[in-house]
């Protein structure tokens, strides 16, 4: 059991290392049907029989239509597990889909995050434990940096905007090889969704591009979240870290501002 192994650690990890969970803790696990939530959801409930501190850990599934075929049958799997499984239809995600068939990535997750939230509330949970892995950190950092002019990637902990719940990603670590791995080593039965079969998108050209480097530099995404742990803010651009030294510029920026000038002439 190579993986999980692997899997199990570096979760343990990333708990440990962002404060993930807490005594009395009630986390909902976001299980999507990809190998990423059922490899979490594994990863948390070892993680419960085995930590010093007394959690709770659930799963549930927002149904948005877009299952390649029925996830119902995950169902014996979380009876195998002895977790409870929710299942909910979310309409209002259907109702989009036949409004606007065509609709982007940024309407769906947000129709996702209201029944995710929705239902975490009815489940009396007060953490939620989303499914993001070390490859989506890195491509997010990527994309950031590349589409929106932003050096960020996503937050390992952090509250939802009415602060009702903690998000954590235990995940952070985990790459998709691994998570890919212990499904296959368990033999998880795991239901895409149409998206995963999407092709000419940022995240695809993003996923090529870091596969093409890993190719020459294995450790390239274990270089990219270490990057992200060890921030050299001298070395960036953002001014509210940087000593510019503001009241010697903004005397000698008088002198400067007619030579700025004739050089943009
Ligand atoms: S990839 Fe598909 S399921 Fe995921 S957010 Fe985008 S539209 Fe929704």
Redesign the pocket.
């Known amino acids: 059991m190579r993986f999980e192994k692997q899997l199990f650690r570096k979760v343990g990890k990333a708990v440990h290392d962002f404060s993930m969970i807490r005594p009395d803790d009630r986390i909902a696990v976001g299980v999507s049907g990809g190998k990423d939530s059922l490899a979490l959801l594994d990863a948390l409930l070892h993680l419960r029989d085995h930590a010093p501190i007394s959690f709770q850990v659930e799963a549930f599934t927002v149904e948005?239509g877009?299952f390649v075929r029925p996830i119902e049958p995950l169902r014996s799997e979380m009876d195998a597990r002895g977790v409870r499984w929710t299942y909910e239809r979310d309409e209002a995600s259907f109702q989009l889909l036949e409004d606007e068939p065509r609709?982007?990535?940024d309407?769906?997750?947000r129709y996702?995050r209201r029944a995710v939230y929705d239902i975490a509330h009815r489940l009396g949970a007060n953490v939620v434990a989303l499914g993001h892995t070390a490859d989506d950190f890195c491509e997010a950092l990527l994309r950031n940096s590349m589409f929106t002019g932003r050096l960020a990637a996503l937050p390992a902990t952090t509250s939802s905007r009415s602060g009702d719940f903690r998000l954590i990603r235990p995940l952070v670590y985990v790459s998709e090889e691994i998570t890919a791995g212990y499904c296959a080593e368990v033999g998880l039965p795991l239901t895409p969704?149409?998206?995963?079969f999407?092709t000419g998108t940022v995240?695809e050209s993003l996923r090529t591009f870091l596969g093409t480097l890993r190719q020459s530099n294995p450790n390239v995404m274990d270089n990219l979240l270490a990057a992200m742990g060890r921030v050299d803010h001298t070395r960036l651009l953002d001014r509210r870290f940087l000593d510019t030294g503001s009241d010697a510029v903004s005397t000698d920026s008088r002198d400067l501002l007619p030579i700025l000038a004739e050089e943009t002439l």
Do not use: A, D, I, Y
């Open positions: 948005q877009k609709h982007g990535c309407v769906c997750s996702r969704c149409v998206c995963s999407k995240r």
